[in-house]
């Protein structure tokens, strides 16, 4: 067993140097744990991970979390969270104030050149899990559905019904291609001797508390709302109903806070924008947002408030689900309905897709100005570079049209 200081030093280097979103994480946390550290073995680690996809939420998060329970406990968890999730949070409560301080001096020009390389990474991100998780006509027709009620309904709950009945669905109809299901069922039968000797006893009672604040929370404040209580529910709900990676928060937050005019649109892309240049969680966006929310707090509190908002509900599943993990990936009607819910995720990132394009396309250069900066996001061009470059590439282009 590690020293509790080892555990959370390891993870605070991560969370300085983990750039490129979940998919990177992994494989950093791959590299620490299982090759450098042997923490864990290679299985071991896989086994962790399917298990993480199974849950909504920060995949990697989860998989840290998991990692510092199985060496300490509770309190390594709350450890390898706080290592690997602080430095993302300092500096988006940094870009915050930087662009509260900034944005008088911004013309519109650079803020809409801002809104289309945003739109660029949506588009990147919904084709990257277009690939993953819609590769069954099935996948591919229930995620135009969901994109399609989500863009003819304005109210904030279809979000959540459609997950709801994704997963509803996919409890009938298997979801999952045969590469697929192989897979998953291949992962579910790896070794698990370092996992199943952790007490169980405790985690009914965190499932219990899960899901008495994702249903019972907006029931309260249907009585007696304020606005603290009723900005908990809302960030706590939709880190619970993301599936697939950080890039799915967007539209929940969107339609919570932009689409409620909460948040000013352009502050709220400035934001996203910025959270694409720092390592750790893309969750971590929250902390950025927790500076335009009307709180009655100092920033740090309500950055703080936000951020356990954010991030209750990982603690709570990963603590719920690691002692019946074997059980859970060996569910394959689990499997069938997380399948589903893929689809219905990506389905609500081309929704905000198509949204986002009606509204920040608006001239025939944008188009050409999109294409070019996702050659530069794809190159091997760090991002710290490539975004930079491609808002001067947007005046240069702007200039030559004029």
């Known amino acids: 067993m590690v020293s509790a200081w080892t555990l959370f030093k390891t993870f605070l280097v991560l969370g300085c140097t983990s750039f490129g979103g979940p998919t990177a994480h992994l494989v950093f946390f791959h590299r620490t744990f299982v090759e450098q550290y042997q923490w864990l073995n290679a299985e071991e680690y896989s086994q962790l991970v399917a298990l993480a996809q199974l849950l909504p939420g920060p995949t990697s998060s989860q998989v840290g979390l998991a990692i510092g329970y199985l060496q300490r406990g509770y309190r390594g968890a709350f450890l390898a969270w706080l290592g690997f999730t602080l430095p993302s949070i300092l500096l988006m409560l940094c870009f915050a104030i930087f662009s509260q301080r900034l944005t008088p001096f911004l013309n519109s020009t650079l803020f809409h050149s801002i809104q289309l390389v945003v739109f660029t990474i949506v588009l990147l991100a919904f084709w990257q899990m277009c690939r993953s998780f819609c590769q069954s006509t099935r996948q591919i027709l229930f995620m135009l559905f969901s994109a399609s009620l989500c863009l003819l309904s304005p109210w904030s709950f279809t979000l ?102 909460i948040i000013p649109t352009d502050q709220f892309h400035l934001g996203y924008a910025f959270a694409q240049l720092v390592p750790g969680p893309l969750f971590s966006f929250s902390s950025y947002l927790a500076l335009f929310l009307p709180l009655p707090w100092s920033p740090w509190v309500n950055v703080l408030f936000i951020s356990i908002a954010t991030f209750l509900s990982s603690f709570l599943l990963i603590f719920a689900t690691l002692p019946y993990w074997s059980w859970l990936l060996a569910q394959e009607k689990i499997r069938h ?66």
């Open 160 to 261: 959540f019904f459609i997950i709801i009945f994704a997963a509803f669905l996919g409890l009938i109809f298997p979801f999952q291609t045969v590469d697929q299901s192989k897979k998953q069922h291949a992962s579910s039968q790896i070794s698990q001797n370092h996992i199943t000797a952790h007490r169980q006893k405790t985690a009914l009672g965190w499932a219990a508390m899960f899901f008495t604040i994702l249903l019972g929370l907006p029931l309260w404040n249907l009585y007696f709302p304020t606005t603290s209580t009723v900005f908990f529910s809302q960030f706590f709900n939709a880190s619970s109903s993301v599936f697939g990676g950080g890039h799915i928060l967007l539209p929940l937050l969107h339609q919570d806070f932009v689409t409620t005019g």
């Open 337 to 402: 309905a997380v399948f589903a819910i893929h689809a219905a995720i990506v389905g609500l990132l081309l929704s905000l897709l198509l949204k986002m394009a009606q509204q920040d396309v608006q001239h025939g250069y944008d188009l050409i100005f999109i294409l070019l900066t996702l050659m530069l996001i794809q190159s091997r061009l760090n991002l710290w570079l490539s975004i930079p470059c491609s808002l001067l590439l947007y005046q240069l282009l702007q200039y030559l049209a004029f």
